[in-house]
T-cell receptor, first 114, second 109 residues
Framework: NAGVTQTPKFRVLKTGQSMTLLCAQDMNHEYMYWYRQDPGMGLRLIHYSVGEGTTAKGEVPDGYNVSRLKKQNFLLGLESAAPSQTSVYFC?????????????FGEGSRLTVL | GQNIDQPTEMTATEGAIVQINCTYQTSGFNGLFWYQQHAGEAPTFLSYNVLDGLEEKGRFSSFLSRSKGYSYLLLKELQMKDSASYLCAVMDSNYQLIWGAGTKLIIKP
């Protein structure tokens, strides 16, 4: 059971470089989310999607873009990485928070921007 | 503003009981969640409370008082594997999750 899979697990970037994080889920979930987790802070929502072809901004969307071309995939892009984007990124999916109340998380992607 | 407060760190002894508190101030309320996160791993779902009262699930129980904006997670018969961070999250009126910073629980033998 794969669940939610994120790639890559680790990445080091230089300031100004771009990259894409890939999230894939095999649970046929409609909802997908990208969070970042920083020491001493709660998980912060970057972008989310309520279905294929849809995206919406979360709490901290600046500097990130997303796409949901296929239901099972949710991509997070950094166009020009900044040291402030050094963080652990988690993708999550759900069938709907109001229904089951459960998010399924990927293992996380640790990004360092030098 | 919206705010979730929980203690930064707690220490307990193997075999004992520990209560982790969470207080919240949010724009509306559609449920409260507890997640467990071991170091370097993803959060995993523990419990969901939407009505006042106690929900029991094995060694773990979660309590909610909506009028007080308060919840706690109760862990009984502590085991070393319970050493982890425990995250409290509240779903607001827009069905968005607001997360606390987490409580790091250290279990000592």
């Amino acid at each position: 059971n794969a669940g939610v899979t994120q790639t890559p697990k680790f990445r080091v970037l230089k300031t100004g470089q771009s990259m894409t994080l890939l999230c894939a889920q095999d649970m046929n979930h409609e909802y997908m989310y990208w969070y970042r987790q920083d020491p001493g802070m709660g998980l912060r929502l970057i972008h989310y999607s309520v279905g294929e072809g849809t995206t919406a901004k979360g709490e901290v969307p600046d500097g990130y873009n997303v796409s949901r071309l296929k239901k099972q995939n949710f991509l997070l892009g950094l166009e020009s990485a900044a040291p402030s984007q050094t963080s652990v990124y988690f993708c999550a999916s759900s069938s709907g928070l109001a229904d089951t109340g459960e998010l399924f998380f990927g293992e996380g992607s640790r990004l360092t921007v030098l | 503003g919206q705010n979730i407060d929980q203690p930064t760190e707690m220490t307990a002894t193997e075999g004992a009981i520990v209560q982790i508190n969470c207080t919240y101030q949010t724009s509306g309320f559609n449920g409260l969640f507890w997640y467990q996160q071991h170091a370097g791993e993803a959060p995993t779902f523990l419990s969901y409370n939407v009505l006042d009262g106690l929900e029991e699930k094995g060694r773990f129980s979660s309590f909610l008082s909506r009028s007080k904006g308060y919840s706690y997670l109760l862990l009984k018969e502590l085991q070393m594997k319970d050493s982890a961070s425990y995250l409290c999250a509240v779903m607001d009126s827009n069905y968005q999750l607001i997360w606390g910073a987490g409580t790091k629980l250290i279990i000592k033998p």
